[in-house]
């Protein structure tokens, strides 16, 4: 149980139901059977001692038709059953207190409460039945009635707590519907007030999220792509550079080049994004290693299987890219297998590189990260390659993951939903 809405509910259910548990026993001890020193004694006591003071003003004769039937009685010999000392004992107190002198009895019968007895002056002994509550047959009654009345209050706490954390529960959802791409989804303004206004709330806070985050992508898109001005300017410039320092003034300024484009198609991916449509993947990992080896990229294809996904074609095809020329570069040759497995459409990127120390794996889809910074670079790129393919993996429902081969090198896995049947692009 680890919402607020069900733990308050069981919290009131249970402080219900210990409250009506200890009301049941107050009344039970207030108006239940006769006991030593107990508010049943007290009420036997005061009986007795009222009925004993009026059979004192009538006529011996006429009490028999005063007393008449009843819980009152008046016999000749004490009830049957089996005597109580103890509780008699209190009782003979309670009535002298009362000014009432007499032998007292408290007697238990086979059923129903103790009746409390007073002897007379003339010997017969006048018994009252002073307990108020339900008879032994009548408990089952008493048990469903407190257990319904239970049940109907605590029926009733749970739908007030269910209709005052709704907004949390909205709250809850509204987060929960933020998809793999970070966009909200707008919630219905609709049902009572404070639904209205916590769905309110919440629209307009995912708006002004929304709208700052693609101001800032934008931004520096924007930085990105004025930066290429003054590089163009520093390359024509280092044109008239000596020829010693004319080939390392150019290296480092197509660097630098490199790291604007990246950042730029960084940002793309995060404010702008082609429709989703339903591919082969097995197709586009063939189309991927063509276009590579055309350019002299040593990439072979492994195994493919027939696989579908539902993904934006054009950004999924950039992001494979991404990953098989790292594999390919970085990795001395990059190998490629398509398969279905649980679901989903896996497609697996294998090299025979150096791999990547245990310890930095993680850090590895951090942007512009390189194994040693401290160590010029042997193969050109900007360090976004593996940020801009997890981005576009997982903006497109899938996971982007990399693992240290046994036999050396990397494998990198991209594991998308498979699609259901539909027409393909």
Do not use: Y
């Not at 009925?51 to 000749?76: C, H, M, Q, W, Y």
């Not at 949390?168 to 609709?190: N, S």
């Not at 990127?349 to 310890?359: L, M, R, T, V, Y």
């Amino acid at each position: 149980m680890n919402r607020l809405g069900p733990r308050i509910a069981a919290l009131l259910v249970l402080a219900i139901l210990v409250l009506a548990t200890v009301a049941a026993a107050l009344a039970l001890r207030l108006v239940g059977p006769p006991g030593p020193g107990g508010p049943g004694e007290q009420r036997a006591a005061a009986s007795l001692a009222l009925v004993s003071r009026a059979l004192d003003r009538v006529p011996a004769e006429e009490r028999e038709k005063f007393i008449g039937t009843g819980p009152i009685r008046l016999s000749s010999e004490q009830p049957a059953g089996e005597q109580w000392p103890e509780g008699s004992r209190s009782l003979e107190r309670a009535l002298q207190r009362l000014d009432v002198h007499g032998a007292a009895r408290l007697v238990h019968r086979d059923r129903g409460p103790p009746v409390a007895a007073l002897q007379l002056a003339d010997g017969r002994w006048l018994s009252v039945d002073p307990g108020m509550g339900p008879p032994p047959w009548e408990w089952p009654i008493f048990a469903f009635w407190m257990g319904l009345v239970t049940l109907c209050v605590a029926g009733l706490a749970i739908f007030a707590v269910m209709r005052a954390t709704r907004p949390l529960v909205l709250l809850e959802r509204a987060i929960e519907a933020v998809g793999p791409d970070g966009d909200f989804v707008d919630l219905p303004e609709k049902g009572p007030s404070e639904v209205r206004a916590t769905a309110r709330a919440i629209n307009l806070l995912s708006g002004r999220l929304r709208s700052a985050m693609e101001s800032r992508m934008r931004l520096v898109a924007a930085a990105g792509h004025d930066l290429r001005t003054p590089l163009t300017r520093m390359r024509l410039r280092a044109e008239f550079l000596p020829e010693d320092d004319r080939s390392s003034w150019l290296t480092d300024l197509e660097e630098l080049d490199r790291i604007a484009d990246s950042a730029i198609r960084l940002v793309r991916e995060e404010v702008d994004s082609d429709a989703l449509a339903i591919v082969r993947l097995d197709h586009l990992a063939q189309d991927v290693a063509t276009e590579l080896k055309e350019i002299g990229l040593p990439v072979t294809l492994d195994r493919l299987q027939p696989a579908r996904a539902n993904v934006r074609p054009l950004a999924m095809k950039r992001a494979l890219r991404n990953l098989t020329v790292n594999a390919a570069t970085h990795g001395l040759g990059a190998a490629l297998s398509v398969e279905e497995a649980w679901g989903h459409a896996v497609l697996t990127i294998a090299d025979e590189g150096p791999g990547i120390p245990p310890k930095l794996l993680e850090r590895a889809f951090e942007p512009f990260f390189r194994i040693d910074p401290g160590r010029k670079a042997t193969v050109p790129g900007a360090g976004l390659g593996l940020a801009i393919a997890r981005e576009i993996v997982v903006r497109n429902g899938g996971t982007l993951s990399i693992a240290n081969r046994g036999s050396g090198g990397l494998m990198q896995t991209v594991s998308l939903p498979l699609a259901s049947p539909g027409p393909i692009k």
